[in-house]
DNA sequence: GCGCCTTTATGATCTGGATCATGTTTTACA
DNA sequence: TGTAAAACATGATCCAGATCATAAAGGCGC
């Protein structure tokens, strides 16, 4: 798909350690960043130094366009999840991406719809609903793409990133919707049932 | 612009009054809303009744496309807040518009880019900010398209449901905000200052 | 298998903002 | 321009979830 194409074109391909920082708020947007392999996420600190993950990008898809697209500095931090090779294309390679690979643009447009989607949940959930149907609603979500049987891959801690909880809090809610038989759980691993 | 081409292209314009409701939560969506004249509002509501206000919708805008881009019901309420004139587009004329229209498909991405920073935003401040500094964040936000001089046009029951807040809390701290001299007040309207 | 770091767990206390109650002031429009 | 409705205001109480403290499990490298 895509990431093909863009070597072909003559990218080059970054590598960035585990921890290292891509970009952090406040700095004007140069690129638009296709991940090749590994993980980042993307968050937003606190003056308290407490985290809220915005997103989380993997191998295949791309982040940073919106702030590159409305030319607003970024907001966020996104951050190195696991060593990763990403390729960074320049303001003018992704608009020229846009205006002449027909495909391309109506992706973006469907990815951009996607996470619409995903933060005008959380923004009702956070604004309008108690912790417990707060983590319901997310670990729904995210178990859509999981496979049936398999466990969810976020610890308690990033679940709580997420939804704004404190860790101890999340704890407890998960015990809560597992006794409630709303969530699923094995060997202390919350798991997509059915 | 846009709505004016519509209507040459034959599409029909529909009234709505004060009140009426567009569409629902739950709904299939089966058509983009342009709006000719009028304002409508995007709202979640809880099972309580509280409302959250996911956005605001003028002359010019339109509204309803991520959901039916990705093809997954509505989250929210869009209801009419003042006698409007809209245009509804079916999806495949959406379609036809991105494909055929060059300059409405780079539009459309610059909106939805813009709608996620301003939920990206949002949601780090319901996450993560106590109640003082989101609606500094809010007002310094809207104030942006006001004219200098001019009134912010919100009650304080309407920045309660864009920030998550009761009225009194937003009331009381208005007050506390303005007296910090951190917003400016003419008798009792929020003002853009310099 | 042993030690160390990460994650999960649980109890006790504290607090920002919700909730409730009851005015007062502004605005709309008849 | 009078009056009802909407918006703003303020005090008192309450509570979900944060915060603090302390510990038990898991995982993982060597």
């Known amino acids: 798909m895509e990431i093909r ?53 993997k191998a295949g898809q791309y982040f940073g366009e919106p702030a ?9 931090y996104t951050i ?19 205006e002449e690979e027909p495909d391309f643009s109506m992706a973006l447009i469907k990815t951009l719809s996607n996470r619409l989607f995903y933060k005008s949940m959380m923004l009702e959930e956070l604004a309008n609903e108690k912790a417990e149907h707060r983590l319901l ?6 178990l859509a793409d999981v496979e049936v049987g398999n466990a969810l891959r976020f610890t308690r801690q990033e679940l709580a ?5 404190r860790v101890e809090t999340v704890i407890r809610g998960v015990k809560l919707l597992s006794s409630k038989g709303l969530i699923f759980m094995v060997k202390g691993k919350i798991v997509r049932g059915m």
Do not use: H
Request: hydrophobic share 45%; charged share 25%.
């Open 5 to 57: 194409r863009l070597i072909e074109k003559g990218f080059a391909v970054k590598k960035f350690r585990k921890d290292s920082i891509i970009y952090e708020p406040g700095m004007q947007p140069k690129n638009v960043y296709f991940i090749k392999t590994g993980e980042v996420r993307m968050v937003t600190i606190s003056d308290e130094g407490k985290e809220f993950i915005q997103g989380v990008f």
């Open 68 to 76: 590159l697209l409305i030319n607003r500095p970024y907001l966020a």
């Open 80 to 98: 190195v999840n696991k060593d990763s090779e990403i390729i960074q294309v320049a303001k003018d390679g992704f608009f020229l991406l846009i």
């Open 137 to 142: 609603t997310l670990i729904n979500y995210l």
């Open 161 to 165: 990133d997420m939804t704004g909880l």
